[in-house]
């Protein structure tokens, strides 16, 4: 009789395991045949494996879809002879090809995100058995860039720059770059640790400055895969979105202030103004005050509108000093 077909281990070594009316395998004194009798019992195997199997390689790293191959020399000498041993490799997926020691296992086509192949041996006496890391990753279908809010900006003013990555595996594995132009501003990593495809929003908070009038504004998803992924590491960018950030307009005590927003659109857009007094003369686009006061300073709201979209533009407006001197 052969020996017992085991179960793969869970750790390089043998596997603890327990269980009632187990099939026992015993040699009788004298007699070079195994008998089996079934026995209610508790059992438990300990063994620490010196000689255990050897995967290469010991990491592997496979795009959703590509097929995949891993070869094992199950042992140097604790295997042998082969005829009182059982050798393979079990997965949930691919077959195995055994060749005496070596087991070779293949996959033609990887469709399962998460799995752990286990190569292992099984003596007449004990267990071992090595599992194979497998990370199965998918590059981002798009990268997309935001600004948040993305009426155009006044200096001073908190934006949240955004970047929306979609289906992307495993993004653990993800690093997500801000930049202002070529200059990077922040990393930001997913602590979400699903190993299946997801999508995730990543956000980074800036103050604008008069400089960045103009200026572009982008990110990149870079999948780092370690040394068995590819190499360069897979980066996706977004496309670049252009800034719009207005400097504060500063006016003397009793100056006239004209204020002008003008868009364009079909349906032809309409203009509305919130002003922080309630004096001033509107008429669409333009807004005039003949003579300020302290009172006017602040915010003026510009909103233009049709029936597709609406946007909004605000004038940040300071009073200072004495009336002016004839």
């Known amino acids: 009789m052969s020996p017992p077909s085991a179960a793969a281990c869970g750790s390089a070594g043998c596997c603890p395991t327990s269980d009632t009316g187990t099939t026992i395998y015993h040699k009788a004194a004298g007699s070079p045949r195994l008998t089996q009798s079934r026995k209610t019992v508790l059992i438990f195997f300990y063994y620490s494996c010196s000689d255990k199997p050897v995967i290469t390689p010991s990491r592997l790293v496979v795009k959703f879809g590509d097929p995949a191959s ?100 495993p993004v653990a594995n993800l690093t997500v770059t801000f930049y202002r132009g070529q200059t990077p501003l922040d990393e930001v990593k997913s602590n979400d640790i699903t190993e299946k495809p997801v999508s995730e929003t990543f956000s980074l908070s800036y103050n604008t400055r008069k400089e960045d009038d103009g200026v572009q504004f982008w990110c990149e998803a870079k999948l780092e895969l370690g040394a068995e992924g590819p190499q360069p590491p897979l980066v996706v960018k977004s496309e670049e979105v252009n800034a719009t950030v207005y400097s504060p307009i500063s006016i003397t005590r009793g100056e006239p202030l004209h204020l002008t927003c003008l868009a364009e659109g079909n349906p032809k857009p309409q203009y509305s103004w919130t002003l922080p007094s309630n004096k001033g003369h509107r008429s ?30 605000t004038f940040n407006v300071t009073v200072q000093g004495e009336f002016p001197q004839d």
Request: include cysteine; proline fraction near 5%; charged fraction near 15%.
């Open 70 to 169: 891993a070869t094992c020399v199950a042992c140097q000498q604790a295997c042998l002879p082969l005829d009182d041993s059982v050798i393979s490799m079990e997965a949930s997926l691919g077959t195995p090809d055994i060749n005496g020691t070596k087991v070779t296992w293949t996959v033609d086509r990887m469709t399962e995100w998460e799995l752990t192949p286990k190569c292992y041996y099984t003596t007449l006496v004990h267990q071992c058995c090595t599992s194979l890391s497998v990370t199965v990753y998918k590059p981002p279908e798009t990268v997309s860039f935001s600004l948040n809010p993305s009426e155009p900006l006044t200096e001073g003013s908190k934006v949240t720059l955004q970047c929306d990555v979609l289906n992307v595996a």
């Open 284 to 313: 669409g686009t333009d807004l005039k005050i003949d003579s300020d006061d302290v009172q006017d300073g602040g915010q003026y709201v510009c909103t233009v509108s049709n029936n597709v979209n609406s946007v909004i533009v």
